[in-house]
């Protein structure tokens, strides 16, 4: 009967063992989730002050632009030129264009680099996401060999018993 009890334990201890084992693969692998989501608003965040820095960036060009305007409008002025049509009127549209084409530039720039982040952001989810997936399976895993284990501590102690005088390995 001792010999009974103590297959019995074994099995219960080799289930115990894959089932405390897969709880642990699942607690890190929320953890670990918990940190890819941490690092994916991180970077999210980087996105938006991107896009603020871009905005930001053209505000401070957009007054380098209309400072370099009046600025020519005054030399223009002081040189008796009347700036409303002709070369003068010109001159300070292809000014205004290229002032425009790098804003455009510039606001591309940080659309890009806040892009990257965001394309930062889905891959630490779906990294999360995937380990998760992953551990579910190994826990999954675990769990299995520790019930085969018992199962197979119990088929052992029953041919031990019976009088077979010998364990299953």
Not at 5 to 25: K, R, V
Not at 69 to 87: I, P
């Amino acid at each position: 009967m001792s010999m009974g009890i103590y297959y019995g334990g074994m099995a219960a201890l080799s289930i115990a063992q894959g089932h405390f084992t897969a709880d642990i693969i699942r607690q890190q692998a929320d953890l670990n989730k918990d940190i890819a989501e941490m690092n994916a608003e991180f970077a999210e965040l980087d996105a938006y002050n991107a896009e603020i820095e871009g905005y930001s960036q053209v505000a401070q060009y957009q007054k380098i632009v209309d400072q370099t305007v009046s600025k020519q409008r005054a030399e223009l002025a002081a040189a008796d030129v009347d700036t409303s049509f002709g070369t003068a009127s010109s001159f300070e549209a292809e000014t205004k264009f290229i002032a425009e084409m790098n804003r455009m530039e510039i606001q591309k720039q940080a659309y890009e680099k806040a892009m990257g982040y965001r394309s930062q952001a889905r891959d630490y989810r779906l990294a999360g996401f995937l380990g998760r997936a992953k551990a579910e399976m190994e826990a999954s895993t675990a769990e299995f060999e520790g019930n085969v284990g018992g199962i197979r501590s119990i088929a052992s102690g029953y041919n031990y018993v019976s009088g077979g005088g010998q364990s299953i390995e």
